[in-house]
């Protein structure tokens, strides 16, 4: 151990007696309160036990008083993990999740991780420091304008100016990330309003359970009779259940309702995994079939974005659509029928309207296109098959995805964290249930697979967590996973190594050739089995398919037994790609 080893005696009398100074003034009197201690009251009244940063001098306070709410402070070595984990932890936990920066290149530092969880509709409360109000705009160490450049990426952004108000702030903060569609919110305390310390008498503190309204809203009955008119009649329904179904934690009401009606259902996002393979009502390789095939199609709580050619890929006659956010409905693309308001709540409110109605000959006629859907959807696997288990040199990445679902346990957390590698993995990996899957989301960020990986191990320490990287991706954040393991938080990393940014060189050598083709995508050949070995773990190089699932097992064992992160590099050929790198579509 180096840390702390310095012996600096004058430092350390000065230190000591400022630590002295401090514990009297704030725990020794317990009518008095600081900044940061508030900041730590609040977080716990919203339930937050884990806060995820990297230190720095503006934000200390907020430590101290982790330490005496009991609330985990996990340290990371970059913010962008930071505040992807915090993403994580609120995606796997159902609760706020929260990371907390230091000033300046604390906040910049965390950008990607705020617009990630936007996109993703994430609930995360940012807390970053300022240099002191006293000095504002004087030229402070670190200090930026914060507020403005987290505004466009958050759904609430402001300045807390006095300690008084600093837990109201918090918890203001906090509702506005479950405001209709969840979204991250970003707080900027300044260092003399966090250290300031204050009689407790005069904070404002918001008591839990007294300051919030139920967000179950279901809209206008009448547009739920309307929806149940609409599922009764239909002959060839779908439902696409986006990433606010399990976000809200709708789940239930959701597979409720496919079943009740019998109605085939679709998954994206976070919704991956709602039902198990093999589910009668479980489909996921005609969907572009049933979008064009349906007499009604509902899409809940994923909007018309680029996933669905903003709405342009569903030709049914009649559309609807349920989102969190009222501003969602409708957007991109004419609907039947619009409600705003939460999946599980809506859900269940239509299958009671419609219990009871749904006759005998539809339901017959449901089976039928369900049994059509299922025979196109055997098809289409067959049809892959043979890359699935294609045991051509170099590797194929369809076998590496395949290998992949092979491995997964029911209890495995996949993470998928790279460019063409994991596009791939996506028609392969089918996670067995909810909260099993997690993906960067529409900002398509590369680098969150190490924060989601340490959020989700941490959130459930008995479950399995298996991050899928593409080598460019691994290399963003890769460090993190010793943070990991000092957290006892290890996981299993596979790389799938084209030695390529391999997603966007396609789109490259197919507009400008070879020659002109090759041009800031190719990565050197990096054997990062290594970098395991060298944070204690085990780490191992795959060049042969046959060798894949042996050495995931290999470092299945490594993690269980050691504590430690394991890394299993596969070496890929570079010249196969997924079908929609090589259609382009994520442009069009
Ligand atoms: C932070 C970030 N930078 C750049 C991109 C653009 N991008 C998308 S895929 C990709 C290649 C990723 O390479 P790798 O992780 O090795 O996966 P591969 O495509 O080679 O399978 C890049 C650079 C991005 N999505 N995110
Ligand atoms: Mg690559």
């Known amino acids: 151990m180096v840390w702390g080893g310095g012996g600096n005696v004058t430092l350390a009398a000065v230190m000591t007696t400022t630590a002295d100074d401090i514990l009297r003034r704030t725990s020794g009197e317990a009518n008095v309160v600081s900044g940061g201690r508030l900041v730590a009251k609040a977080l716990k009244a919203e339930g937050v036990d884990t806060i995820f940063t990297l230190c720095g001098g503006h934000i200390i306070d907020i430590y101290d008083g982790c330490l005496d709410e009991g609330i985990r402070i996990v340290d990371v070595r970059h913010e962008q993990v930071a505040a992807h984990a915090a993403d994580g932890y609120a995606r796997q936990t159902g609760r706020l999740g929260c990371v907390v920066t230091t000033a300046g290149p604390g906040c910049t530092n965390a950008v990607t991780g705020i617009a990630t969880a936007f996109r993703s509709e994430s609930p995360v409360l940012h807390i970053g420091g300022q240099s002191a109000l006293g000095q504002s705009k004087m030229g402070g160490l670190q200090e930026l304008p914060h507020v403005d450049m987290m505004k466009p990426i958050t759904k609430f952004a402001s300045t807390v100016v006095s300690t008084e108000r600093v837990a109201d702030m918090v918890a203001m903060a906090a509702r506005e990330c479950f405001a209709g569609a969840y979204g991250p919110s970003y707080l900027e305390i300044p260092r003399d309003v966090l250290d300031r310390v204050i009689d407790i008498s005069t904070a404002v503190l918001p008591e839990p359970g007294h300051a919030r309204a139920s967000v179950k809203q279901v809209g206008d009955p009448a547009d739920i009779e309307r929806l149940a008119d609409i599922l009764v009649e239909a002959e060839r329904p779908a439902i696409l259940l986006g990433q606010q179904v399990w976000a809200a934690r709708g789940h239930g009401e959701a597979v409720a309702l496919l079943r009740g009606l019998d109605v085939p259902g679709y998954f994206n996002g976070a919704s991956r995994g709602l039902l198990p393979p093999g589910d ?115 590797i194929h990445p369809y076998r590496v995805a395949w290998e992949l679902n092979e491995f997964l346990t029911d209890d495995t957390v996949y993470i998928g964290d790279g460019g063409d590698v994991v596009t791939i993995s996506a028609q392969a990996v089918r996670p067995r249930s909810p909260g099993h899957w997690m993906d960067p989301g529409a900002l398509g960020s590369l680098g969150v697979g190490t924060g989601f990986a340490l959020a989700a191990k941490l959130a459930h320490p008995h479950k399995e967590v298996l991050c899928y990287y593409g080598d460019g991706a691994f290399g963003m954040t890769a460090f993190d996973m010793e943070t990991a393991n000092r957290f006892h938080a290890p996981y299993i990393a596979v790389i799938g190594n084209n030695s390529a940014m391999n997603q966007i060189r396609y789109g490259q050598l197919a507009r400008y050739g070879v020659q002109r083709g090759n041009v800031a995508n190719r990565l050197g050949d990096v054997p990062f089995g290594k970098f395991a070995e060298m944070l204690g773990g085990y780490g191992e190089e795959v060049y042969v398919a046959a060798d894949i699932a042996p050495a995931l097992r290999r470092a299945r064992e490594a993690v269980e037994t050691s504590g430690r992160s394991a890394v299993v590099n596969i070496w890929l050929d570079p010249d196969q790609y997924a079908p929609g790198t090589r259609a382009q579509t994520m442009y069009k």
Request: glycine share 6%.
């Open 280 to 394: 009668p009502h479980h489909f996921d390789r005609t969907r572009s079939l049933a979008f064009s095939e349906a007499d009604v199609v509902v899409v809940v709580g994923t909007p018309f974005d680029f996933r669905m050619g903003y709405g342009r890929r569903i030709k049914a006659p009649t559309v609807v659509q349920i989102d969190q956010d009222y501003r969602t409905v409708g957007k991109n693309r004419d609907i039947e029928l619009g409600i705003a308001g939460d999946p599980g709540a809506v859900l269940a409110a239509v299958l009671q309207a419609a219990s009871g109605r749904l006759k005998q000959d539809k339901r017959q006629l449901r089976r039928q296109w369900m049994d059509h859907l299922t025979a196109a959807e055997a098809a289409a696997t067959a049809k892959l098959m043979p890359i699935f288990l294609s045991d051509q040199w170099p």
